[in-house]
């Protein structure tokens, strides 16, 4: 089979396609033109594992959804939750599809789900918000409520509340650390029993991530003007800077909080870019 090896080689590395549609091409089955992202219908792991449930809802919103793909075992599973990154602006659950690391996951016993969650609507807080914009907080009670509904259906998936952990970079990795961070909300006098699942997870995954959402303390802790923060919050309220209290998670560190593993690739030295904040 006459293959080009650089392009071959980024679309492996990318995982945007699947296994089967590899092995197709090296067997002269399928000409490499036709090898590219996405072209499954039904979201599936790179070796072809199809999701166990596809679209779950967790709320009323249509982004309010999960894909999950269950190991089948004997013994309840632990279960890894991947929650995408774009800046709660952009970005989708399917950015995990036909991805190595489902497989890698369900081979070492680990359960798999890939989130989708609310964008937040002004998020160059260059207005006053209105009653009906997204806030990121919102956001990520988004993704906290899909912990919650993973954890109430455990018995019917056979997965381990106990051990329930969430990974991803940017705004997926501020996320995990929110819930690993947080003390528990889980509201155990509700009439809702989804509710009244713990929002606690066993350990994080922080890849390219911000140290708070709290970009009050972004210029002493970056080095950056304090104009910029001055200008990001002169329409914010009293009550919306109060929001701030809650999304600094570095704040809510304590001993009992999960294992962390976190990397950034951003280089420790010097003040940074104002266009390259994001990820320090």
């Known amino acids: 089979v006459d293959l080009h090896e650089e392009q071959f080689e980024e679309t492996i590395n990318q995982h945007n396609v699947s296994f089967s549609d590899v092995i197709d091409v090296i067997a002269g089955r399928k000409p490499l033109s036709e090898l590219s992202a996405n072209q499954n219908s039904q979201p599936q792991s790179f070796r072809g594992e199809a999701a166990t449930h596809v679209d779950y809802s967790y709320g009323e919103h249509a982004r309010n959804k999960f894909d999950i793909w269950l190991v089948?075992?004997?013994?309840?599973?632990?279960?890894?939750?991947?929650?995408?990154?774009?800046?709660?602006?952009?970005?989708?659950?399917?950015?995990?599809?036909?991805?190595?690391?489902?497989?890698?996951?369900?081979?070492?016993?680990?359960?798999?789900?890939?989130?989708?969650?609310r964008y937040q609507t002004n998020p160059n807080l260059d207005r006053p918000f209105t009653p009906n914009d997204v806030t990121v907080l919102d956001s990520i009670h988004d993704s906290m409520r899909a912990?919650?509904?993973?954890?109430?259906?455990?018995?019917?998936?056979?997965?381990?509340?106990?051990?329930?952990?969430?990974y991803c970079g940017s705004a997926g990795a501020g996320t995990a650390l929110w819930l690993g961070f947080h003390d528990d909300l889980a509201d155990t006098n509700s009439s809702d029993p989804i509710a009244r699942q713990s929002t606690r997870l066993s350990a994080v995954g922080a890849l390219n991530t911000q140290f708070t959402y709290d970009i009050r303390k972004w210029p002493a802790v970056l080095g950056i003007p304090q104009a910029w923060a001055d200008a990001q919050l002169q329409h914010l309220t009293a009550a919306e800077l109060a929001i701030l209290d809650e999304l600094d998670f570095h704040d809510m560190i304590t001993p009992d909080d999960p294992a962390v593993y976190g990397s950034n690739l951003h280089p420790n030295a010097g003040t940074p870019a104002l266009n390259d904040l994001g990820h320090i």
């Not at 952009?90 to 359960?111: A, E, M, P």
């Open 147 to 166: 912990v919650q509904t993973i954890r109430h259906n455990a018995d019917a998936w056979n997965i381990d509340a106990s051990q329930l952990a969430a």
């Open 72 to 117: 089948d075992a004997e013994q309840p599973t632990p279960l890894v939750a991947f929650i995408h990154g774009g800046g709660f602006v952009s970005g989708d659950k399917s950015s995990l599809h036909d991805s190595l690391q489902i497989d890698t996951f369900l081979n070492r016993g680990v359960s798999v789900a890939t989130i989708n969650y």
